[in-house]
């Protein structure tokens, strides 16, 4: 994103005159870093449980049901003194089942919220989503679809201070700040597109992979007039992801992902596993566990719980970038929360589950 807010004073001055700690220098070396900064969108570690912010195409592909719910929690940097949270609902569903021979629609929505650094730089955006499913003979599923948005952006400036407030040992809030900003709330239209394709060639053996093109239309994102070289549009994100359903045995299923994005001159990557465990032989209770690393930052351990078609997981971002010595380690903590069903036992030629399961 393109957001920008002015830097109140250097670190090393402001550090160098005892004036701050590291932690607080650290947020507000983050949050205002000057006018050229470009940061990555929100995201998830648990990316697998967030489908339509990874791509729109998975709107209504629900391998092992015809609807879904869910929500997810984040809380990011706890140890520094201004945390960031991010919360999101999505829910999406497949329909016109029987306008199709083998394929159909999907339809869902989500909305994201985000609270940001001590200026209270809020996010709130509202999406709606649509994708084409066609079955590739009784083995593969190929996806299109996208979303459009509507994305709010606002700042508390009685939260900031600013370089012209600095009197040399503290911030005099009372001094004016010097700096002219045209809004303190945006609002701007968002378009995304997605493609994605499965293949499952048996019921014990499932792969899926994607891309996607995020912010193709480019909005502006600007609290500040029109400047001259600088451009305020976002800059459009990638997605690409794959992952993998493979049952090994009555008691083990074990989920394989990775997911790259790049946006500007940001970039990640994230690979792991995590696997669920047969409690009672039906498969109506499960365990989850694994561990994903995204690449130069953490590793994020996770844990879980599936009765029968609720599923809750929890993950925890330790870092291992130079960060945690400001964090201690602890990076984010995360909650998710999914709940989806079917309309029915069967539905015409297309097989009700495309993904291994332990349903008997």
């Keep these: 994103m393109t957001t920008v807010i002015p830097i109140c004073k250097t670190y090393n001055q402001l550090v160098n005159a005892g004036r701050i700690t590291f932690p607080l220098a650290l947020i507000l070396v983050l949050l205002t870093l000057g006018n050229g900064l470009k940061a990555q969108d929100l995201h998830f570690s648990q990316f697998f449980n967030s489908p339509l912010t990874t791509n729109p195409a998975n709107t209504g592909f629900i391998p092992d049901a015809d ?37 159909w629609i999907g339809l869902g ?66 001094a004016p700040s010097g700096e002219i900003f045209a809004n303190t709330a945006i609002n701007y239209l968002d378009v995304q597109v997605g493609l994605n394709y499965a293949w499952f060639p048996t019921d014990d ?48 299923i074990i989920s394989p992902a990775a997911y790259y994005t790049t946006q500007a001159r940001a970039s990640e990557l994230t690979l792991g596993m995590h696997a669920n465990y047969n409690l009672t032989g039906d498969g109506e209770q499960q365990l989850i566990g694994g561990v994903y690393y995204r690449s130069g930052d953490a590793f994020i351990p996770m844990i879980g ?10 993950s925890f971002d330790a870092n291992t970038s130079s960060l945690k010595n400001a964090t201690n380690l602890r990076g984010a903590t995360e909650f998710a929360l999914m709940y989806s069903g079917n309309y029915s036992d069967y539905n015409g030629d297309i097989r009700q589950s495309l993904c291994p399961t332990f349903a008997r």
């Design 305 to 314: 719980y599936q009765w029968k078609n609720l599923r809750f997981m929890f």
């Design 67 to 103: 609807y879904r719910v869910g929500a997810q929690y984040r809380t990011q940097w706890t140890s520094i003194p201004v945390p960031f949270k991010t919360f999101s609902i999505f829910g999406d569903a497949q329909v016109f089942r029987d306008r199709f021979e083998t394929g």
């Design 205 to 252: 053996i499932y792969v899926h992979g994607g891309f996607s093109a995020h912010h193709v239309n480019r909005p502006k994102e600007t609290f500040f007039n029109e400047t001259p070289g600088f451009d305020n549009r976002i800059a459009p994100r990638y997605i690409l992801f794959a992952d993998a359903v493979l049952k090994l045995n009555e008691q083990w």
């Design 109 to 174: 929505g989500v909305i994201l919220r985000d609270v940001a650094g001590s200026g209270n730089l809020i996010s709130t955006k509202v999406y709606g989503s649509a994708a084409y499913h066609q079955m590739i003979e009784n083995t593969g599923l190929l996806s299109a679809g996208f979303n459009i948005g509507w994305a709010n952006k606002r700042i508390d400036l009685t939260k900031f201070t600013f370089d012209n407030q600095w009197n040399g040992k503290f911030f005099d809030v009372s």
